[in-house]
């Protein structure tokens, strides 16, 4: 049995608990599916709030933890460093992954906001991002909203 309006619970702490407490090998298949829909909005949502934290730690730039609290304007070609060296990722990778979240967080903010919003997932993020960017490099938030889950 999966809890009353699953389906209208937005992604969040509340959702995660919800979530959490269901034994999935209790489940009719259509409530299995009610939920793998939930956990895939869940997991947009924590996609686009990692997303976020990786663009903030890039912006910290390396240097000692001290009281100041410091941040760059922009990043700079070593700001995906610190993801490589906190998440274990290859230099291709970790540049892969930072400079996709700073794209979508500075330039097509609606779509980060439609991740963290659990409605976009970052495959139709990144795929809406390139085509925007080859046909209006200023930005197309609405195209990249199309054709979302949902």
């Not at 930072?98 to 794209?103: I, Q």
Request: negative net charge.
């Amino acid at each position: 049995m999966i809890p009353e309006g699953l389906a209208e619970v937005a992604p969040g702490p509340e959702l995660a608990r919800a979530l959490a407490g269901i034994e999935l090998s209790l489940l009719s298949g259509y409530d299995c599916v009610e939920v793998l829909k939930a956990q895939y909005r869940q997991v947009n949502h924590e996609r686009a709030r990692l997303m976020a934290t990786m663009v903030e730690a890039g912006l910290c730039g390396v240097g000692p933890a001290d009281d100041e609290l410091r941040r760059m304007a922009v990043p700079d070609e070593f700001s995906a460093d610190e993801v490589r060296a906190a998440l274990v990722l290859t230099r291709r990778a970790a540049d892969a992954q930072f400079w996709l979240a700073h794209d979508l967080l500075t330039r097509l903010p609606a779509v980060h906001a439609a991740m963290d919003a659990g409605v976009l997932d970052e495959p139709r993020s990144q795929s809406g991002l390139l085509s925007c960017v080859r046909r209006r490099p200023a930005g197309c938030a609405g195209g990249c909203l199309r054709g979302r889950p949902g």
